[in-house]
């Protein structure tokens, strides 16, 4: 459907390449700012002071991860009036839940954020503590109506269309379209589970290195513990968020499989480890396979029916391999991070995490380090395999992508496109080589004191 | 409930032109202050003013985000036309801002601060004089046929749009520099007041060129602002100006405190006031109106629900906000340091 570099398909490499950068760093901010706000509720609590030093010490990070996860969701909110004007034009709901998403959301964030990072000695500890919940608050609802909003594109309910535009009949059946509770709990938990990972990875870090070693075992056993539900928790949810698939959009999720053929009736599908799918001949060129593992995954029946792609027009299959492999990796990850959640909570039956003893498991600490850029991966991979299997729609089964797209000359998008890589890419190895230096400075005294109480506290 | 309806159109017209003036009443100084910061003659001075805007300035570009969200919301048309005919100077804008934003939270953590104060400078030049060629762009008339644009992509780029730029650069560094004069003491507030000062005139010189212009285009039957059905309410609004302006002026000599930036404030106010008064009912002239472009009643309906009662929360907590760090900037609050 698309010649390559033609200005539709620009036009979706640019969104997807600003989605992907965007959602680097928003994950981190919803998930780390809740981590945050854990802490400072626990120093309000108990007055103990390494609780006021981690809220203190991830805050300076979260600074530097927000400020760049706010410059790069700019552009994808007027990516829809830019790139997607049509789209824009024609589609009831989804630009009034976007409104109400800036509404409710963003300037929550922004508008305490000031007083999170900065106000730690102009207001009360409560008065900041209620800040730093406005702002977890804010980041959340964000993950809400954003879900909403891309939950509606992949099962658009509550709508009709007339003379190809799309009206809206009911609000409810509309936010609460089929995808929306499932997708967005996946994707919630995926902010958590990234922040928990890189909490995790960096407490691990320090204390393999020795540095504030006592004082990074307490934010290592904080993120065990969000670990141990969230890994098996997310493992399930996605399990169930696959079903809905299957049920919802059979060309996603046998794309996602590579799964051509139906199964015959008695005989079970194989899920596919691996394979090299052959779009041309409609076919697997090789593939590793488990037997009856698909049809029990997806019915919980060994031999229950999967719908194969052969079944559908070929011009309603989605690119097969940009949704098969992105897909493994989540899965992958997933499991990894499950198995390796499973491993800490052994060690930590075992008496092993205490403050004394954690820097003695060196292979267990460095495994966490490594799990950090894993769950960005995960992250990923799960959005292209949730994107790129919604082709070839923009709204399933109702807006062709191709339809929707502004007819702007291809050389001004390329030219957008070109300068957003570079710029995005010079912006993030900045924050990553800053994100180093504040982790290579550590926490330092002024973190440590809590402020004193002030009157009316 | 039908004799309301008629009347959400012109909610949302008003919401926006508020949200219009509350971004560039708020982002005005940030970027304006980030213009001003070019000519910063040590590394203590720019880190001064980076510091003193570092608590609110995500605060203040969210306004842009809100000012997109809802005109996409209530005016879908609008939206989709008016950000493809800018595809350009938009993209440019949100380079500019991207550079300014992160310089804001890196310049503190950066070995090398010149170079993210730089940053901070050119991102704000860059993001003023664009939005000034996506609002002059705006103005100056958009071809739309069957709700799609049907002009040509380089027509943002006319005298017009380039005289609005040249002007919002100047009121931007008027804001920018009261701003700094409300934060900032001796010597460093002496010379943001003499720029304020510099800057008014600037304002008043690009306004009165560009009323010019717009009169000449009128009188030879070509399009301007004055032509449509309102056009001749920009007048209205010019005696209110001058006020202002004299008043500007007077508490610039007199090295007030905050009455600098408050006037300066009025006076983008009774800007966005006249921009709007010409142009009702139209959402981009000469002929879209926002009857025409709006979404469908349940739409409006749904979002003047959820507007109505956040905006008023909104302006609740920003004015808190902006209450917690009132006064003179200081260096005391930032983590780590």
Same mark, same amino acid.
Request: net charge neutral; proline share 5%.
């Given at each position: /459907?698309?010649?390559?570099?033609?200005?539709? /398909?620009?036009?979706?490499?640019?969104?997807?390449?600003?989605?992907?950068?965007?959602?680097?760093?928003?994950?981190?901010?919803?998930?780390?700012?809740?981590?945050?706000?854990? /802490?400072?509720?626990?120093?309000?609590?108990?007055?103990?002071?390494?609780?006021?030093?981690?809220?203190?010490?991830?805050?300076?990070?979260?600074?530097?991860?927000?400020?760049?996860?706010?410059?790069?969701?700019?552009?994808?909110?007027?990516?829809?009036?830019?790139?997607?004007?049509?789209?824009?034009?024609?589609?009831?709901?989804?630009?009034?839940?976007?409104?109400?998403?800036?509404?409710?959301?963003?300037?929550?964030?922004?508008?305490?954020?000031?007083?999170?990072?900065?106000?730690?000695?102009?207001?009360?500890?409560?008065?900041?503590?209620?800040?730093?919940?406005?702002?977890?608050?804010?980041?959340?609802?964000?993950?809400?109506?954003?879900?909403?909003?891309?939950?509606?594109?992949?099962?658009?309910?509550?709508?009709?269309?007339?003379?190809?535009?799309?009206?809206?009949?009911?609000?409810?059946?509309?936010?609460?379209?089929?995808?929306?509770?499932?997708?967005?709990?996946? /994707?919630?938990?995926?902010?958590?589970?990234?922040?928990?990972?890189?909490?995790?990875?960096?407490?691990?870090?320090?204390?393999?290195?020795?540095?504030?070693?006592?004082?990074?075992?307490?934010?290592?056993?904080?993120?065990?513990?969000?670990?141990?539900?969230?890994?098996?928790?997310?493992?399930?949810?996605?399990?169930?968020?696959?079903?809905?698939?299957?049920?919802?959009?059979?060309?996603?999720?046998?794309?996602?499989?590579?799964?051509?053929?139906?199964?015959?009736?008695?005989?079970?599908?194989?899920?596919?480890?691996?394979?090299?799918?052959?779009?041309?001949?409609?076919?697997?060129?090789?593939?590793?396979?488990?037997?009856?593992?698909?049809?029990?995954?997806?019915?919980?029946?060994?031999?229950?029916?999967?719908?194969?792609?052969?079944?559908?027009?070929?011009?309603?299959?989605?690119?097969?391999?940009?949704?098969?492999?992105?897909?493994?990796?989540?899965?992958?990850?997933?499991?990894?991070?499950?198995?390796?959640?499973?491993?800490?909570?052994?060690?930590?039956?075992?008496?092993?995490?205490?403050?004394?003893?954690?820097?003695?498991?060196?292979?267990?600490?460095?495994?966490?380090?490594?799990?950090?850029?894993?769950?960005?991966?995960?992250?990923?991979?799960?959005?292209?395999?949730?994107?790129?299997?919604?082709?070839?729609?923009?709204?399933?089964?109702?807006?062709?992508?191709?339809?929707?797209?502004?007819?702007?000359?291809?050389?001004?998008?390329?030219?957008?496109?070109?300068?957003?890589?570079?710029?995005?890419?010079?912006?993030?190895?900045?924050?990553?080589?800053?994100?180093?230096?504040?982790?290579?400075?550590?926490?330092?005294?002024?973190?440590?004191?809590?402020?004193?109480?002030?009157?009316?506290? | 409930?039908?004799?309301?309806?008629?009347?959400?159109?012109?909610?949302?017209?008003?919401?926006?032109?508020?949200?219009?003036?509350?971004?560039?009443?708020?982002?005005?100084?940030?970027?304006?202050?980030?213009?001003?910061?070019?000519?910063?003659?040590?590394?203590?001075?720019?880190?001064?003013? +980076?510091?003193? +805007?570092?608590?609110?300035?995500?605060?203040?570009?969210?306004?842009?985000?809100?000012?997109?969200?809802?005109?996409?919301?209530?005016?879908?048309?609008?939206?989709?036309?008016?950000?493809?005919?800018?595809?350009?100077?938009?993209?440019?804008?949100?380079?500019?801002?991207?550079?300014?934003?992160?310089?804001?939270?890196?310049?503190?953590?950066?070995?090398?601060?010149?170079?993210?104060?730089?940053?901070?400078?050119?991102?704000?030049?860059?993001?003023?004089?664009?939005?000034?060629?996506?609002?002059?762009?705006?103005?100056?008339?958009?071809?739309?046929?069957?709700?799609?644009?049907?002009?040509?992509?380089?027509?943002?780029?006319?005298?017009?749009?380039?005289?609005?730029?040249?002007?919002?650069?100047?009121?931007?560094?008027?804001?920018?520099?009261?701003?700094?004069?409300?934060?900032?003491?001796?010597?460093?507030?002496?010379?943001?007041?003499?720029?304020?000062? +510099?800057?008014?005139?600037?304002?008043?010189?690009?306004?009165?060129?560009?009323?010019?212009?717009?009169?000449?285009?009128?009188?030879?039957?070509?399009?301007?602002?004055?032509?449509?059905?309102?056009?001749?309410?920009?007048?209205?609004?010019?005696?209110?100006?001058?006020?202002?302006?004299?008043?500007?002026?007077?508490?610039?000599?007199?090295?007030?405190?905050?009455?600098?930036?408050?006037?300066?404030?009025?006076?983008?106010?009774?800007?966005?006031?006249?921009?709007?008064?010409?142009?009702?009912?139209?959402?981009?002239?000469?002929?879209?109106?926002?009857?025409?472009?709006?979404?469908?009643?349940?739409?409006?309906?749904?979002?003047?629900?959820?507007?109505?009662?956040?905006?008023?929360?909104?302006?609740?907590?920003?004015?808190?906000?902006?209450?917690?760090?009132?006064?003179?900037?200081?260096?005391?609050?930032?983590?780590?340091?």
């Amino acid at each position: /459907m698309d010649t390559l570099f033609d200005s539709v /398909m620009l036009s979706r490499l640019q969104f997807a390449a600003m989605a992907m950068v965007h959602i680097s760093f928003s994950v981190l901010t919803v998930g780390l700012a809740l981590f945050i706000a854990v /802490m400072e509720g626990l120093w309000l609590r108990t007055k103990d002071p390494v609780y006021y030093g981690h809220a203190r010490f991830w805050s300076r990070l979260l600074l530097l991860n927000f400020g760049i996860g706010v410059v790069t969701g700019l552009p994808l909110e007027f990516a829809f009036g830019n790139n997607w004007a049509p789209f824009a034009a024609r589609s009831a709901f989804f630009g009034e839940i976007l409104g109400t998403e800036t509404l409710s959301a963003f300037m929550l964030e922004a508008g305490f954020l000031g007083v999170m990072i900065f106000g730690w000695n102009r207001v009360p500890p409560k008065l900041h503590f209620f800040s730093t919940c406005m702002v977890v608050l804010g980041s959340s609802l964000s993950v809400f109506w954003i879900m909403v909003a891309n939950s509606w594109m992949q099962s658009p309910a509550g709508v009709v269309v007339d003379g190809g535009r799309i009206i809206l009949t009911s609000y409810r059946e509309a936010v609460f379209n089929p995808d929306m509770v499932i997708s967005t709990t996946h /994707m919630y938990l995926a902010c958590l589970q990234t922040s928990l990972l890189v909490v995790g990875g960096i407490s691990a870090w320090y204390v393999l290195k020795g540095r504030h070693a006592a004082f990074f075992a307490r934010s290592f056993q904080a993120a065990l513990i969000a670990a141990l539900v969230i890994a098996p928790l997310q493992v399930w949810i996605g399990d169930e968020n696959g079903r809905e698939v299957a049920n919802l959009q059979p060309t996603k999720l046998a794309a996602m499989e590579a799964h051509w053929e139906t199964n015959p009736a008695g005989q079970g599908a194989a899920w596919i480890i691996a394979a090299w799918p052959d779009e041309a001949n409609q076919r697997n060129a090789w593939a590793v396979e488990v037997p009856y593992v698909l049809s029990l995954l997806l019915t919980h029946s060994p031999t229950g029916e999967v719908k194969g792609l052969k079944e559908f027009p070929r011009d309603l299959h989605p690119p097969i391999l940009m949704t098969f492999y992105p897909f493994r990796v989540m899965v992958f990850a997933g499991f990894a991070f499950l198995g390796l959640a499973l491993w800490t909570g052994w060690r930590w039956k075992k008496g092993a995490l205490t403050a004394e003893r954690l820097a003695g498991e060196r292979r267990l600490l460095y495994a966490w380090v490594a799990a950090g850029p894993l769950a960005w991966a995960a992250v990923e991979g799960g959005w292209i395999t949730r994107e790129v299997g919604r082709q070839p729609w923009l709204v399933y089964g109702l807006v062709r992508t191709g339809e929707a797209a502004t007819p702007l000359p291809p050389g001004a998008v390329a030219a957008s496109l070109a300068g957003y890589l570079v710029i995005a890419g010079l912006l993030t190895a900045a924050f990553v080589g800053l994100a180093a230096r504040v982790l290579a400075q550590g926490p330092d005294a002024s973190m440590l004191e809590p402020p004193q109480a002030r009157p009316g506290s | 409930m039908e004799t309301l309806q008629t009347y959400l159109p012109d909610y949302f017209f008003l919401a926006l032109g508020l949200l219009l003036f509350l971004y560039m009443a708020t982002d005005g100084y940030n970027l304006g202050l980030g213009i001003f910061s070019l000519a910063a003659r040590r590394e203590e001075e720019r880190a001064f003013m +980076i510091h003193s +805007i570092a608590s609110t300035w995500h605060a203040s570009q969210t306004w842009l985000v809100i000012l997109g969200g809802l005109l996409f919301g209530a005016f879908p048309v609008v939206y989709g036309v008016a950000m493809s005919a800018l595809y350009v100077p938009v993209m440019i804008m949100l380079a500019g801002l991207a550079f300014r934003g992160v310089a804001v939270e890196f310049y503190d953590e950066s070995p090398n601060r010149a170079r993210w104060g730089l940053a901070f400078g050119l991102g704000s030049l860059v993001a003023t004089v664009a939005q000034g060629f996506t609002l002059g762009g705006l103005l100056s008339g958009m071809p739309v046929v069957n709700g799609q644009f049907a002009g040509g992509w380089g027509d943002w780029l006319n005298p017009f749009s380039a005289l609005v730029a040249a002007g919002g650069a100047a009121g931007f560094v008027l804001l920018g520099t009261t701003y700094l004069a409300m934060k900032a003491d001796g010597e460093l507030r002496g010379r943001a007041l003499k720029t304020a000062a +510099i800057a008014a005139w600037a304002v008043l010189a690009g306004l009165s060129v560009i009323l010019l212009w717009m009169s000449l285009q009128h009188r030879e039957g070509r399009y301007s602002l004055l032509a449509l059905r309102q056009g001749h309410y920009i007048y209205l609004t010019v005696p209110i100006f001058l006020f202002e302006f004299a008043m500007l002026l007077r508490s610039l000599r007199k090295a007030e405190p905050d009455k600098p930036f408050q006037w300066s404030v009025l006076l983008f106010l009774t800007l966005v006031v006249g921009i709007a008064a010409a142009l009702y009912p139209m959402a981009v002239p000469p002929g879209l109106s926002i009857f025409d472009a709006a979404a469908p009643p349940r739409s409006l309906w749904f979002l003047f629900a959820v507007s109505a009662v956040l905006l008023p929360v909104m302006l609740a907590y920003n004015a808190w906000q902006y209450l917690v760090f009132r006064g003179r900037a200081g260096g005391a609050d930032r983590p780590g340091h």
